[in-house]
């Protein structure tokens, strides 16, 4: 069992940056494909990006290529999201997850993820 906490997010204007953080306890994420993904008031939770164990096979969600970065610090089992030239249209709950032991996943499905952050909150105003 994985408890995922994440934080970092607020309200910033569009064109702002921030910088989201996962942090994993209970058991190590080293072997373990992370993502993230979000949910808009109304709207199904959909995929951002993810990344495999060793920071290589990354993906993202075709609309935010270039702005945002996931990356991840296996000693301090904690990920990262890090969004840049932020738009209204990016604010959501933003969901961290873990694929737990499959170093490798070549999926942006969120069935395919296991364990679940509670979420954090990004509001980007215009």
């Known amino acids: 069992q994985v408890q995922l906490v994440e934080s970092g997010g607020g309200l910033v204007q569009a064109g702002g940056s921030l910088r989201l953080s996962c942090a994993a306890s209970?058991?190590?994420?080293?072997?373990?494909?992370m993502g993230w993904f979000r949910q808009a008031p109304g709207k199904e939770r959909e995929f951002v990006a993810r990344?495999?164990?060793?920071?290589?096979?990354?993906y993202y969600a075709d609309s935010l290529k270039g702005r945002f970065t996931i990356s991840r610090d296996n000693a301090k089992n904690t990920v990262y999201l890090e969004m840049n030239s932020l738009k209204p249209e990016d604010t959501g709950v933003y969901y961290c997850?873990?694929?737990?032991?499959?170093?490798?996943?070549?999926?942006?499905?969120?069935?395919?993820?296991?364990?679940w952050g509670q979420g954090t909150q990004v509001t980007v105003s215009s």
């Open positions: 209970g058991r190590t994420i080293s072997s373990s494909t």
């Open positions: 997850a873990a694929a737990l032991d499959r170093i490798r996943l070549d999926s942006a499905d969120k069935a395919d993820f296991d364990s």
């Open positions: 990344i495999g164990w060793n920071n290589a096979n990354t």
